[in-house]
């Protein structure tokens, strides 16, 4: 049984301990918007991997060139920085995917994707969304990831070797860059309000 209809039952159990009604809903749901919501969960992703990377390690870079006196020229870069580390990251990202559900907002009726186990525990942001059920059973949200990244890995790749992350990298990457989504510009406000948190 894979892992995903695993975290579906503890959440399920989750739910009927606490007397609360997990909702669903049957619909479909624009590929577009999903696509959006897969970027920015796969930046996200990508973004939490390379803060676990430490900062310490360095990998030797460009090539061993031999400059006109005859010696080796490389530079040095974290390891999270280089374009190694960063494809190898890329390759094996998207598997983190099989964690996440295609939602909708119980409010906004936005469509979304959550990632459904957080640290060990369920997440607690599941009550505000209801899951959206489709033939797949998530399945694209992988799909889509593999998609992106194949498409727009350069994008991605530069962003993530800049010497530092900008904190709205994916409104860059996802709406800037690769045109996934369109998203208004956000306020700086809003970067610094999560940031707090």
């Not at 669903?24 to 577009?32: F, H, L, Q, S």
């Not at 295609?102 to 994707?113: E, L």
């Not at 505000?128 to 949200?141: A, C, M, R, T």
Request: hydrophobic residues 35%; glycine residues 4%.
């Amino acid at each position: 049984m894979s892992k995903f209809f695993n975290i579906i039952l503890v959440g399920l159990i989750y739910f009927n301990s606490i007397n609360c009604q997990l909702n669903t809903v049957e619909e479909e749901v624009d590929a577009k918007l999903v696509k959006c919501e897969v970027c920015k969960a796969t930046v996200q992703e990508i973004e939490n991997a390379v803060s676990k990377v430490d900062t310490g390690k360095k990998v030797d870079v460009g090539g061993f060139r031999i400059d006109a006196h005859g010696n080796t020229v490389s530079k040095s870069v974290q390891l999270s920085k280089s374009e190694v580390y960063l494809t190898e990251l890329m390759e094996k990202i998207c598997k983190r995917l099989e964690d996440y559900a295609k939602v909708k907002h119980k409010k906004t009726h936005k469509i979304g994707v959550i990632q459904m186990m957080v640290d060990g525990a369920l997440n607690v942001d599941v009550s505000s969304w209801d899951f959206v059920q489709d033939g797949d059973l998530n399945k694209s949200l992988e799909h889509y990831c593999l998609e992106i990244l194949d498409e727009f890995d350069e994008s991605f790749t530069e962003e993530f070797m800049k010497e530092t992350l900008p904190t709205d990298l994916d409104y860059k990457l996802c709406t800037e860059r690769t045109k996934l989504c369109n998203d208004p510009p956000p306020l700086q406000d809003d970067y610094k309000l999560e940031d707090e948190l």
